[in-house]
């Protein structure tokens, strides 16, 4: 009798649980609609006549992977857009023209909901660029806002202290990731919106869920009843990477949606180019591995990778740019060298693009990570990065077993006719990356501060003479060299040549 009734309280109280957290529930919901709603009102009632947009303006994009240091300061992109909005179709087409040192580009891509293509010639092309950029047009503060308030999922978070001033965080659930909305308590116009999802653009994709944070700022009334931000700064973990501001706009210009219009065989063939890339870069592994020397396999790719055989395991020198091309490498080295195990994984670059595959190396048991000693606390942020979404080989290992090992000077990894030689570089640009010596073969392995000619001459002599001024210093014997983006091996006595003719 006295179990039947603990039973009943704890049912009942198990009831009013449940019935206080689902009133908790509504409550929320009902708290984030208003919320939402009150900042639609703040944002204008203009907004209900407007039909397309036309935004002019200027920026610049940071090239976070790609500066001498990840924490900057960093290499600026200039960029300058024309964005044209047809909000009735939910289509748009941004025209960019973007220069990075000598190098320069002027794409035109056009948005039909998440689906993307390019304009070339009037003829659309099936691409996956401007991935980053679709998800800010789908979550400017119009788009933002309209989808808040139509999904079932749109919460009250809570009360919060933002840019020094009172906010309140909303949340919903846009094709699934989940969204934040920093609404200023004083004004209810949105400061921010937030994002985690997979960014795959630029290199990104290395970070697994990226949080991506789009602040808005510098305010203006575009027409009656429409205010609008001119200003959007956009950061990826943090990471300060973009900053447009619009100084032209029209409300309501005349649009030639047709023309706006992907047609459904280039969504298709859009669909496809993920896939096809990753068969392609299947292929190459699979053929690739040419022996540059006895035990020594040279696989050539968009990141080099020199896959070495000694007495007792295997060295890697560099993992390339994605868990899944590493996934590829070591398959490729079990089929070339069967039987041994992998020991060693050498990364002379700090670049996104140069250590992104290291997750899948890192989950082999036992393996030694050599590096850069100042790469280290990159390192260790990738290889704790949360791949919740699309889950690599490291993120399904429970007990990880690799070891970081930093290269402050010299360090000599292996013994017999395939020992080698690590060098850090004391240079300026070269500041994250080392050489990788072989003193039996004189072969050196260069890193990425090496890069060939364009158009005939070195586009960056410093780097160039940077390789020359570093083999010189350490006396290293070199008679042929490669570096992270050659084809071949090059020959030493071409390089002296050049430096000594152009740059001493």
């Not at 999922?153 to 920093?182: C, E």
């Not at 000619?453 to 940077?466: A, F, L, M, S, T």
């Amino acid at each position: 009798m006295h179990s039947r009734i603990k039973t009943r309280h704890v049912a009942v109280a198990l009831l009013v649980f449940v019935s206080l957290k689902s009133f908790s529930q509504q409550n929320a919901h009902q708290i984030a609609k208003t919320l939402i709603v009150q900042s639609m009102q703040a944002m204008g009632a203009g907004w209900d006549s407007v039909k397309t947009m036309s935004l002019d303006g200027y920026g610049y994009q940071n090239q976070i992977d790609e500066s001498e240091r990840p924490e900057g300061p960093y290499i600026p992109i200039q960029i300058q857009r024309n964005i044209l909005i047809d909000i009735a179709h939910n289509t748009s087409q941004v025209v960019q023209t973007t220069q990075s040192y000598i190098f320069g580009v002027t794409d035109t891509t056009v948005f039909n909901g998440d689906e993307i293509a390019t304009k070339a010639g009037g003829t659309f092309v099936a691409s996956q660029n401007g991935v980053e950029l679709r998800d800010e047009l789908n979550l400017s503060p119009e788009i933002a806002l309209k989808k808040a308030l139509g999904s079932p999922h749109l919460t009250y978070l809570k009360d919060t202290i933002y840019q020094k001033a009172n906010h309140s965080i909303v949340s919903f659930r846009d094709k699934g990731f989940p969204v934040r909305i920093f609404l200023n308590k004083e004004t209810s116009l949105i400061s921010a919106i937030e994002i985690t999802k997979p960014f795959n653009q630029d290199f990104s994709g290395i970070w697994g869920d990226i949080k991506k944070t789009i602040i808005y700022s510098f305010w203006m009334v575009l027409s009656k009843g429409i205010h609008y931000p001119l200003q959007q700064d956009c950061y990826l973990n943090n990471y300060y990477k973009t900053s447009f501001l619009v100084d032209k706009w029209k409300i309501n210009p005349a649009i030639n949606s047709e023309a706006l219009q992907i047609p459904e065989d280039v969504k298709e063939q859009s669909k496809q180019l993920v896939g096809k890339q990753n068969e392609a870069f299947k292929q190459q592994v699979d053929k690739g591995g040419k022996q540059i020397a006895p035990g020594i396999w040279f696989i050539n790719g968009l990141c080099n990778t020199t896959v070495v055989e000694q007495p007792d395991g295997i060295v890697i020198i560099e993992s390339a740019f994605s868990s899944f091309y590493s996934d590829l490498i070591i398959a490729k080295v079990h089929a070339l060298i069967p039987g041994k195990k992998i020991k060693t994984l050498i990364s002379t670059s700090d670049a996104w693009l140069h250590i992104g595959g290291m997750r899948s190396f890192a989950a082999i048991p036992g393996i030694k990570i050599y590096h850069p000693t100042r790469n280290q606390p990159l390192l260790e942020k990738l290889l704790k990065a949360p791949y919740k979404t699309e889950p690599d080989v490291l993120a399904k290992t429970a007990n990880p077993s690799y070891t970081l090992n930093g290269v402050t000077d010299t360090l000599a990894v292996g013994t017999g006719s395939n020992k080698m030689v690590m060098y850090s570089y004391k240079t300026e640009t070269g500041d994250r990356q080392m050489m990788v010596y072989f003193p039996q073969h004189k072969l050196l392995y260069t890193s990425d501060l090496y890069q060939g000619k364009y158009k005939g001459d070195y586009w960056n002599k410093q780097i160039v003479w940077e390789v020359y001024h570093s083999i010189k210093t350490r006396k290293i014997d070199v008679q042929h060299f490669y570096a992270m983006h050659s084809r071949n091996l090059l020959d030493f006595k071409d390089l002296e040549k050049d430096v000594l003719a152009d740059m001493q």
